[in-house]
């Protein structure tokens, strides 16, 4: 291996800026050149990229975002892109490719690795958290910590007025984010899309506690909920309770932010465990987080399960512990 590539895929997550750095700066100590494919998979295909050296990635381990860019590129479905995007890396002098993004970046680099042969090694960012094989992804901490931070200052006004609040949260298939957001934020009931039938228990719940003389409620929605996010939520609630409410859509501030002390750790372990991976020749791995540590996973066995499974013990803690 002479040199490396590495992009950004998918929606950007706090944390990829830290991965970026982790991944050049480990890439030199081993006397590795870096680049940086722009914009995701469409920088691959039109051999779009910047030089990544120590001094390049000085100052961003801080910084949300990702500074090479991110894009969904519909394109990269096509074998043949897939063939010229190969053919570029080529012409770029460029051996091995790291893909920081989910698991739909993932099935491109792997057929990147099938039909053209080329290294790969990915990790997982994205603030959904629904990547199998890795207990959190880049950009999951900070997402829910600045959920809380806006459940925090939401409790203020709705002890004050008795107001009803549904808190819509990212995650248009997955419900980690909610589900983690409503159990460190004291949530009265939260629905996410795995689940059904949720809506009727947390009614139950919220008219018990409104009997026991409970003033305020909020309620954590996944967007992605079959009911249609908080704005689908929230009318059904607000009418069988006969109560008075407000919808708040948190949407893509979720997205931004400095990441926390968590992503900026996960990120740097595995940002320099994935060139490690690649340049001792191991291809087709995903570096994962299992039992707290960084671990590399095979990345065909992460596609081929797909998303993991709600956390069915943390969804009963929600419940349980409205009161
Ligand atoms: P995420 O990586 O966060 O799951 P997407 O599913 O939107 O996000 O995928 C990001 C990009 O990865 C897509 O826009 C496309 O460029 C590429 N991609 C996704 N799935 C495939 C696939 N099956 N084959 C080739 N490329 C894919
Ligand atoms: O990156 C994941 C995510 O933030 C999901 O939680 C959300 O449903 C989606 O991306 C939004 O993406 P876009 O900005 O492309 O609408």
Known sequence: ???????????????????????????????VGMVGYLDGYCGL?????????????????QRGGTILGTSRCPEFF???????????MKLDGVDGLIVIGGDGSFRGALALQDECGVAVAGLPGTIDNDVWG?????????????????????????????????????????????LHTAVAGGAAGVVVPEAHAEIGLVIERIRE????????????????????????????????????????????????????????LVASEGGAMAVEALVAGRTGVMIGRQGGRSVEVNLRDVVNNGHPPVNAGLLRLAQQLSG
């Open 45 to 61: 295909v039109r051999g779009a990229f910047v030089e990544l050296d120590d001094r390049a990635v000085g100052n961003i381990i």
């Open 209 to 264: 506690t409104m009997a026991k003389g409970k003033r305020s409620h909020i309620i954590v929605v996944a967007e992605g909920d079959e009911a249609g996010g908080a704005f689908g939520v929230a009318p059904i609630i607000g009418k069988a309770l006969d109560r008075p409410y407000r919808v708040v859509v948190l949407g893509h501030t979720q997205r931004g932010g400095r990441p926390t002390m968590r992503d900026r």
């Open 134 to 178: 890795t207990e959190e992804s880049i950009g999951f901490d900070t997402a829910v910590n600045t959920a809380l931070l806006a459940i925090d200052q939401l409790r203020d006004t709705g002890e004050s007025t008795g107001m009803m609040f549904f808190v819509e949260v990212m995650g248009r298939t997955s419900g980690a984010i909610a």
């Open 78 to 88: 096509d074998p043949e892109v897939r063939a010229q995007a190969a053919n570029q």
């Open 1 to 31: 291996m002479k040199r490396l590539g590495i992009l950004t895929s998918g929606g950007d997550a706090p944390g990829m800026n830290a991965a970026i750095r982790a991944a050049v700066r480990t890439a030199t100590r081993l006397g």
